[in-house]
Antibody, heavy 120, light 110 residues
């Protein structure tokens, strides 16, 4: 059974940093693209970042480029999102999502999400 | 990376059908057959309902159907049931390994 479990969400001040983790089970992340999607309180979904199955390429939404970094650990079968220079508008539930079998641009499994709150 | 356009809300009675539209551009919806739809109940994670415009993942009832014409995609739910009441989001590939979501539609079952 595929499972994704996020952790690391917290309340931080503007300008602060945070590291989110996503532990995957039931499949190997070395065979699938993985992504992060966020949802601000009461708002819609926003794709944030993706990492290729070989870890060689990462892609980001314009609003987080240069501030967020996505990485993966094959041994731990986990994906991380490093958040820097956090702003109030980064406040959201961050979901880890598995991308479907290539060629694909959909998210077939999601974690339960972890809340990041940026406030002074 | 502009969001796709969805109606804020739709409603229908049990047993009826409803259609949710999702409008984009030739750079996303119109340019690729990679449109997906997600159902989200309050406080829960999104769930994949339709992918590649028309395909249903295993376990999703065949009451859910997807289509696309030009720069617009649609999700139709036949035979509405109370448990279908939720938020629905469309999503499209937008090139360069990016995707864009719609703003979401609240479905109310009357």
């Amino acid at each position: 059974e595929v499972q994704l479990v996020e952790s690391g969400g917290d309340s931080v001040q503007p300008g602060g940093s945070l590291r989110l983790s996503c532990a995957a089970s039931g499949f190997s992340i070395s065979y699938y693209w993985m992504s992060w999607v966020r949802q601000a309180p009461g708002k819609g979904l926003e794709w944030v970042a993706s990492i290729k199955q070989d870890g060689g390429d990462q892609y980001y939404v314009d609003s987080v480029k240069g501030r967020f970094t996505v990485s993966r650990d094959i041994v731990k079968n986990s994906v991380s999102l490093h958040l820097h220079s956090l702003r109030a508008e980064d406040t959201a539930v961050y979901y880890c999502a598995k991308v479907g079998q290539l060629p694909a641009a959909h998210f077939d499994f999601w974690g339960q999400g972890t809340l990041v709150t940026v406030s002074s | 990376q502009s969001a796709l356009t969805q109606p804020r809300s739709v409603s229908g009675s049990p047993g009826q059908s409803v259609t949710i539209s999702c409008t984009g551009t030739s750079n996303d919806v119109g340019g690729y057959n990679f449109v997906s739809w997600y159902q989200q109940h309050p406080g829960k994670a999104p769930k994949l309902m339709i992918y590649d415009v028309t395909k249903r993942p295993s376990g999703v009832p065949d009451r859910f159907s997807g289509s696309k014409s030009g720069n617009s995609a649609s999700l139709t739910i036949f035979g509405l049931q109370a448990e279908d009441e939720a938020d629905y989001f469309c999503c499209s590939y937008a090139g360069s390994h990016t995707v864009v979501f719609g703003g979401g539609t609240r479905l109310t079952v009357l």
